[in-house]
């Protein structure tokens, strides 16, 4: 495949010329040439990030940019005072009458938020926050929707070095609590409901049950019924922020792996700022007049990542509701979208659908980014089908880990079928066998050789760092090890291939398997359970869920459907399998530990014997009936 994909979009000279990755590397005297410029910022990370705190004025001093490489545990720039929300308000260049903020949802028609109003309202809720007792350190937890006071209140929390977390709404109370709670927050701020798919979802019994397990003083954003934060919440005071260390938390994401509760991930605040200044400048390309959008709700790492293109000179657009049919393509005729950002699935969707965005609109769209999963070869040549072959496409490829892209976007290089353009740079990402050696050609485990400033700090409570330890450094000691299947190709292009281990991706939103299981397992005629992500070129992934039933239990329509509303309510309506099975027993091995990963790669049509030692497993009779489904749907994919 590498060796022979098509150039399907390659940039014009005038194009490379306005990129803001070729002034950067012209005002610094650095090879213009991208794979020469890549290495250098591997080759020389002090220097390379050194450049990126002058160049966009980061306004603080430092004692140095690196000063332990140790995985985990670098030390970026010490002695540096910042404030995210600080860099991104300040007056230049936004003058107060310019668009920051576009937004529609299905409550509201699109409208649009100046940076004057933003500033004031960030003010507005930084004072609430204050009247609370909120400060540095503290813990502000938001159930709220893609909307533009989601952004002042994180921003609000920012500017205090207070710590932010959020989640959707349509998030189950369960799956909530599991995050917050581990977070202890101070304030909880907290939607009435949200409209999704036409229908009016009310949140006040989901967060009556979060409020009395997480604590925290709950504020009120009446967004169903329109008034807003409630009355006396906000205040008006002028805008102030608070410095704080380049490694204080900004924010704590989840990212769940497949034991326990969701991992709370804790980004410091100059490592976001950083990161997202060179990410939204010299890969998205965000300039003045651009108009950025991806389709995200506010849990998921793709929120954030939105948030810091505001770090530019371009503007966002948010929505919120449900994207299915036309929908974001006539948000993007409506608001003058001109980089559209989704998940691989929504362009499948519309591909498999015979959705035709530019048929009768009149659309700005000039960039398209992909994510969330591998955007198939037959999703690239849709792309230019319908968008027009000077559409340049980015799939690219990163985590809630890092809350970037490692692999992705670059608008000075061609766009090959199916492959994502090249590696991030400062980001010395590898493709390695299982001996730690670097392949190229061949597919290997994601790994990040050398530190970046926004891997996490730490994890929420992992005193001792064990935990973050035992997440990503190792399967390859003192390397991050990402979960991802790569390719690096001799081109520089990289192709991803789906996780390497079992978190459950649906649509761009991870959710580990324990959360499902406890889902699953609150179901009475539930005994026991196992669920996979199975990779299918071209579709969304398939998602089955293998159940054992309690004695005298049958799998019928009303057992799914119950199945079905539990993993809805409790997780997310993503999760929601797409097929249920009853089996005997659950594959476990000798210490007890459900065999997820071998079963996905059975599914996948791995010999069975490769995918799994059975000398290693405490039944390894459970494994027939993965091996039969697996022959059955070879077989019905053959006929």
Known sequence: MSATADVLWTPSPERIERAAVTQFARSRGLPEDYDALWRWSVDDLEGFWAAIWEHFGVDSTYEAVLASRAMPG???????????????????????????????????????????????????????????????????????????????????????????????????????????AQITPKVLLAVDGYRYGGKDFDRTEQVRQIAAEVGGEVVRFGHLDGTGWEDGFLR????????????????????????????????????????????????????????????????????????????????????????GGDVLWDLAEETGITTFGTGAAYLAGCMKQGVEP??????????????????????????????????????????????????????????????????????????????????????????????????????????????????????????????DWLELTDRGTAIIYGRSDSTINRGGVRMGTSELYRAVLAVEDVVDALVVDVPQEGRENWMPLFVVLREGAQLDDDLRRALAKRVREDCSPRHVPDEVFAVAEVPRTLSGKVLEVPVKRILMGQDPDKAASRDSLANPAALEPFVALARERAGGAAG
């Open 74 to 180: 670098a030390v970026w720039f010490p002695g540096a005072q910042v404030n995210y929300a600080e860099h991104l308000l300040r007056t230049a260049p936004h003058d107060d009458a310019d668009v920051a903020i576009r937004h529609a949802s299905e409550l509201r028609p699109a409208a649009a938020m100046t940076w004057g109003e933003l500033r004031t309202r960030v003010a507005e809720v930084r004072a609430g926050l204050q009247a609370l007792g909120v400060g540095r350190g503290d813990r502000v937890a938001a159930y709220l929707p893609n909307i533009p006071d989601t952004i002042a209140a994180f921003l609000a929390t920012a500017s205090l070095g207070a710590i932010w977390s959020s989640a959707a709404p349509e998030f189950g109370a369960r799956s909530v609590i599991d995050r917050f």
């Open 358 to 483: 530019a048929r009768g609109r009149d659309l700005q769209v000039q960039a398209v980014g992909s994510t969330g999963s591998p955007l198939s070869p037959e999703g690239f040549r849709w792309v230019y089908d319908q968008l027009g072959a000077d559409t340049w496409l980015f799939s690219t490829s990163g985590g809630t880990d890092v809350c970037t892209a490692f692999v992705g976007g670059v608008p000075t290089l061609p766009v090959y079928e199916g492959e994502l353009q090249a590696r991030s740079l400062g980001c010395d990402v590898q493709a390695w066998d299982e001996d730690g050696k670097a392949l190229v050609g061949e597919v290997g485990e994601l790994v990040i050789a050398q530190p970046m400033p926004s891997m996490p700090v730490s994890f929420w409570g992992d005193e001792d760092g064990s935990k973050l330890r035992e997440a990503y450094f190792e399967h390859f000691a003192g390397v991050w090890r990402h979960g």
């Open 236 to 323: 008006p005071r002028p805008l102030a922020f608070e410095r704080v260390p380049f490694d204080h938390p900004l924010w704590v994401l989840y990212s769940s792996g497949t034991t326990g509760l969701p991992k709370p991930i804790v980004h410091g605040q100059g490592g976001i700022l950083v990161e997202h200044l060179k990410k939204m400048h010299l890969h998205l390309d965000a300039q003045r007049g651009d108009r950025v959008f991806w389709f995200t709700t506010t849990g998921w790492m793709m929120w954030n990542f939105l948030v810091g293109v505001l770090l530019t000179e371009a503007s966002i657009v948010l929505f919120d509701g449900n994207p």
